[in-house]
């Protein structure tokens, strides 16, 4: 009813949704993300010339790095095409973070953050979305979506992962209508006395479960293995063990999801017999890993066969790096097959997929980037 009175209101018909709303009473209809970012007053083009450090993605990695960049006396940019906050922006519960005994969640992080980068003098645009990397002279040119490019002296890609996708029968159906991908913060009120799956084995998993605990009737959690212990925090397994609404469906998966308008049915098939259930579910939550997003960059940038980036010694290992590394030096721990391009975070080969270690690993590229500057 709430809907249909902004709509009479704006005097917008179904054909024109959807219908964004402002606090001062103004509407766009229909936008694209572009058109809601310029409304709210964030920036999608650059204001400089040049940077001295231009970082791809606003994830953990990607904060960190805007953060002790410019607090260190860098002209940076941070460039997300997205929202901030990245993979781990959507947790509803951080509880092994550093310096919060309990815990914060995914949107708090990043909301302080962004505060604190851009208190520092961080520029950052969003959305934007960064479509190549180009090296002219040592100077990095970041190919922008909308044509224009930016400058920088280095760079640093934290671009991060995106979610994978199951591809059992229906659920592409009820995307955004019972089933979600990192969703669980946002969507959790709205199954109160419900009952809810979650599909993966991973901290995100065991996180949106404990938060859905306090929501959903009963939460069931989906792996393919026998239990948890290879997979998650031992912390979280003792609070899932100790949460009397949370059941473990091993050896399992999702073969089917069924309904009408919305999610209302799950096949779950067992991995040892192959026998069937059909089971009620209001809502299901994927949390099934992630690919790195690296398919923009170019050949010229060594990747492994899964596509995150290769960086620093293991670079050896790679028959086409001595032709692409001009260097004298070595490439520094964090630095790329191109010298004066960094990567951190969830986006690197080998990195540990923690917040922690990923705002680490952010604050470390700086580091890096200022011996390089210094080269340079």
């Known amino acids: 009813e709430e809907a249909q009175g902004l709509m009479s209101l704006h005097a917008v018909a179904e054909s024109e949704l959807p219908l964004v709303v402002f606090e001062d009473g103004s ?9 809601v970012a310029e409304r709210i007053g964030l920036q999608h083009t650059a204001l400089h010339a040049l940077y001295d450090v231009a970082i791809i993605g606003a994830g953990p990695a990607g904060l960190a790095a805007a953060v002790y960049g410019a607090s260190e ?3 940076t940019i941070l460039v997300e095409r997205r929202a901030p906050g990245g993979q781990a922006g959507t947790s509803s519960r951080i509880e092994n973070y550093l310096g919060f005994p309990k815990g914060l969640s995914g949107a708090d992080l990043t909301r302080r953050a962004i505060a604190q980068a851009t208190r520092f003098g961080t ?4 959305p934007q979305e960064v479509t190549n990397i180009a090296v002219k002279d040592g100077y990095k040119i970041l190919q922008l979506g909308d044509g224009t490019t930016l400058n920088a002296r280095s760079a640093i890609v934290t671009t991060g992962v995106d979610y994978r996708k199951l591809d059992s029968t229906g659920l592409d159906e009820f995307a ?8 669980a913060t946002t969507e959790a009120a709205n199954f109160v006395g419900q009952e809810v799956y979650v599909v993966g084995g991973g901290n995100s998993a065991g996180q949106a479960a404990m938060y859905l605990s306090q929501f959903a009737a009963r939460v069931h959690i989906v792996i393919r293995r026998e239990d948890l212990t290879s997979t998650m925090s ?13 059941n473990l469906e091993p050896f399992a998966v999702v073969a089917e999801a069924k309904g009408a308008e919305r999610l209302e049915h799950l096949v779950l098939e067992d991995l040892r017999n192959q026998e069937r259930r059909e089971v009620a579910a209001a809502a299901l939550f994927v949390f099934i890993g992630a690919k790195p997003y690296t398919d923009w960059l170019q050949e010229s940038i060594i990747k492994d066969k899964r596509g995150f980036v290769v960086t620093g010694q293991e670079l050896k290992h790679y028959p086409e790096f001595p032709r692409i590394w001009k260097e004298d030096r070595d490439p520094y721990l964090l630095e790329t097959c191109q010298p004066g391009i960094f990567a951190a975070g969830d986006v690197r080969s080998g990195a540990m997929n923690r917040v922690a270690s990923a705002v680490g690993e952010g604050a470390m590229a700086i580091s890096f980037v200022h011996q390089y500057l210094a080269a340079n």
Request: glycine share 14%.
């Open 27 to 35: 509407a766009l209809r229909d936008p694209d993300t572009r058109m």
């Open 73 to 75: 006396g860098l002209k």
């Open 123 to 126: 520029e950052f645009l969003s």
């Open 176 to 183: 955004g209508a019972g089933v979600y991908y990192g969703a």
């Open 234 to 246: 031992s912390y979280l397994i003792d609070q899932i063990v100790g949460t009397p609404n949370i």
